[in-house]
């Protein structure tokens, strides 16, 4: 009896507590449902919808004649619906074969049976997002859509795309360090990508999708939620022809010279634009110069004898010297505080002027007419140099520029006894070659300096929406009686001094070399590194553009800026001078050979014709000469004047004339003339020989419509 109590008691026991168990699930459930349920609903959805971010297209850079430096090529990640219904069985069993062939021959690396194996499976686990193949360009994409069930559509053929886009360079290496790149995940943003990143990158959209096998995220519409808006472009002010003759020149010296490393820098003197910038360093592994290192805008280093310029500059602005002073360097060696300065050579007996002493780099005489100008006052010195703006960072747009550093007295841990001189030569301060090129178009723009400019404008479907004006800096770095002597420094330095190797050009250039020993690190200066430069513009008369090439460490025994630096600033000043007319003087503009040449001046004036040609070593055949009006033909070996046959009676020929003479001759036969057009004649309205009538108009159309 006992026993059955106790058994009782415990299926009791137990029903209760399957009751309190099953009482407190439907408790549970009726909390979830009433109180709960919506919060739950809500983590379910969110764990299965999300909402995915859309890039946009990013903005092209352009040059500053539209042509691409950077833009965006599409790539598409390739899925496929394989367990899609749409997809009947039998055209999937028929086809997948010939699909696996298909994509293996365009995608190398994965198998056909690999394919085939894949793309069954997916078939029977129902997988309706299977990746096919990640980074597919679209010359892939094309023939991709005509594979075995693919071809058939989106729908029946399963054919799922996703877009990605990949940042290009057409021009490959050109300029490639200054248009830069940028990298979000490590927060690099460099050269004009990341200056203006924000421009670029446009405005992202936003797209709903849906999780499914995998862990793989499949759009719910085809249809983005809010569609991208795609970034602006930039144009950049850099030219790419003169771009590919900076690198190309650059190149070939670094290369000839055994060099480590080298930039060059163009810009337009009146705006600061800067129409090339070049920047290669050698791989020791491979022996290649590429564009790794922006060296022209971050690398701060002593820039040696192109600092004379502006030492010379603050000597004539404080009125200290004339350029015609004459002053005494003896042997080119002279001594400060123990410390023993050097000229690479003599200057005659030692007795020299100012100009010489500029003109022939002699550290000696520098040293010698800044030290004694400013001996007992060296903070004078510093602060006419900090007056210039070169101990200041430019602040232009790309990041990383190089901070110059040019001491100061009151700065007692580091001013030495002998830094006033060596600071006038270009030592014992640091600052970059875009730093020491904008003081030197400064001077060539007759004091006033202007800011660096990369960009010139920014575009939104083809229209400007921001354009950039030159950012003046310093509207007069110093008087102009100073900046005018500077010049003319400069332009001796190139008629007959240390840049004498540039004299050859067809138009002037003006211009200071620089050899500076490059320090190594404790153990000090040593005479086998050496950083080579040249800085000036041109044409000296008229300045339109100024440049700075540097050469560092160069090996082969030249190491002199006018032998190593200056043949790179006379292959891109060459080329400019060869592509841009705006350059030349007047004169140079003119015709060589005339084509009509009126007699205003009488026989004297073709005797001069005669002889300007024959300076020029042109043979000319003078028999027409006594004529009122010649013609003039050029053959390979002479230049051909003959007579210019008119008659009282009817019309001449035009063809050929320029527009002035063809006016002068149609008044003078009492005609009117109507003009289409600029240059030479090409078509007139009433033939050569027909009768002319007094008052009537002839029409003339000239070469350049």
Not at 188 to 206: C, N, P, S, T
Request: glycine fraction near 8%.
């Amino acid at each position: 009896m006992d026993s059955k109590r106790v058994i009782l008691l415990r299926v009791y026991l137990l029903y209760a507590v399957m009751l309190l168990f099953g009482a407190a699930i439907i408790a549970r459930i009726a909390y979830i449902q009433f109180w709960k349920g919506e919060q739950v609903l809500a983590k379910s959805l969110e764990q299965e919808f999300k909402v995915f971010s859309i890039e946009a297209l990013r903005g092209n850079i352009l040059s500053d004649d539209g042509s691409l430096l950077a833009t965006s090529i599409p790539i598409f990640e390739v899925r496929m619906d394989v367990g899609s219904p749409n997809i009947d069985q039998l055209t999937f069993d028929r086809e997948v074969d010939s699909l696996a062939i298909c994509l293996s021959n365009l995608f190398n690396g994965t198998s056909k049976n690999e394919y085939l194996t894949e793309l069954r499976n997916a078939r029977r686990e129902g997988n309706r997002y299977l990746l096919i193949k990640n980074k597919v360009n679209y010359e892939e994409l094309k023939q991709l859509r005509n594979f075995p069930i693919i071809r058939k559509g989106k729908y029946k053929g399963g054919l799922i795309l996703v877009q990605h886009d990949r940042r290009e360079k057409p021009f490959k290496e050109l300029a490639s360090r200054t248009i830069g790149y940028t990298n979000s995940v490590e927060n690099l943003f460099v050269g004009i990508e990341g200056a203006y990143h924000d421009q670029l990158k446009g405005a992202e959209g936003k797209q709903l999708r849906r999780k499914i096998n995998h862990g793989d995220w499949k759009p719910v519409f085809d249809a983005n939620e809010l569609e991208p808006q795609n970034g602006k472009d930039v144009v950049t002010c850099i030219d790419i022809t003169i771009q590919d003759v900076a690198e190309g020149a650059l190149r070939r010296n670094l290369t000839e010279n055994n060099a480590k490393q080298g930039c060059a820098i163009l810009m337009e003197v009146e705006t600061g634009q800067i129409k090339a910038i070049a920047n290669l360093v050698r791989d020791d592994k491979t022996g290649e110069y590429n564009e790794t290192y922006n060296y022209a805008v971050a690398e701060s280093v002593e820039p040696g004898s192109t600092f004379k310029l502006a030492s010379i500059l603050a000597l004539l602005d404080d009125n200290k010297v004339t350029i015609n002073d004459h002053l005494y360097i003896g042997n080119g060696q002279t001594m400060y505080h123990n410390r023993v300065m050097k000229d690479v050579h003599g200057i005659r007996d030692g007795n020299i002027t100012v100009a010489e002493a500029f003109e022939q780099s002699s550290n000696v005489g520098i040293s010698k007419l800044v030290y004694n100008a400013y001996k007992n006052n060296p903070e004078a010195y510093i602060n006419k140099l900090y007056s210039f703006g070169i101990n200041m960072p430019l602040g232009i747009e790309l990041a990383g520029e190089g901070k110059p550093y040019i001491k100061h007295p009151s700065d007692k841990d580091h001013w030495y006894g002998t830094s006033l001189p060596w600071i006038s030569i270009g030592y014992e301060i640091t600052i970059t070659p875009l730093q020491m090129l904008t003081f030197y178009n400064a001077v060539a723009n007759n004091g006033r300096m202007v800011k660096p400019m990369f960009v010139k404008e920014i575009r939104q479907g083809g229209v400007p929406v921001t354009i950039n004006e030159p950012v003046v800096l310093n509207e007069a770095i110093a008087s102009k009686q100073a900046i005018a002597n500077a010049k003319q420094l400069l332009e001796r330095v190139v008629d007959r001094g240390t840049g004498k190797s540039l004299k050859k050009s067809q138009f002037k250039i003006a211009g200071k070399t620089g050899t500076a020993q490059i320090a190594s690190g404790s153990a000090g200066y040593n005479k086998t590194n050496y950083n080579a430069s040249f800085a000036g513009y041109f044409p000296a008369n008229d300045p339109k553009y100024s440049c700075i090439v540097v050469v560092n460490n160069p090996s082969m025994g030249k190491i002199y800026g006018g032998a190593v630096a200056a043949p790179v600033f006379k292959e891109i000043a060459d080329k400019i001078y060869a592509t841009r007319l705006d350059i030349h003087d007047d004169e140079m503009k003119k015709d060589t050979v005339p084509d009509s040449i009126p007699m205003y001046h009488g026989p004297a004036y073709f005797e001069d014709i005669h002889e300007m040609y024959a300076r020029l070593g042109i043979k000319t055949d003078n028999r027409a000469f006594k004529n009122e009006w010649i013609v003039s033909q050029s053959t390979p070996y002479n230049v051909m004047f003959e007579s210019f046959k008119s008659y009282p009676d009817s019309m001449p020929d035009f063809s050929g004339m320029t527009v002035k003479d063809a006016v002068y001759l149609i008044e003078q036969l009492g005609l009117k003339p109507e003009i289409h057009g600029n240059g030479q004649v090409v078509w007139q309205s009433i033939p050569s020989g027909s009768p002319k009538i007094p008052g009537q108009i002839i029409e003339l159309k000239l070469n350049n419509l």
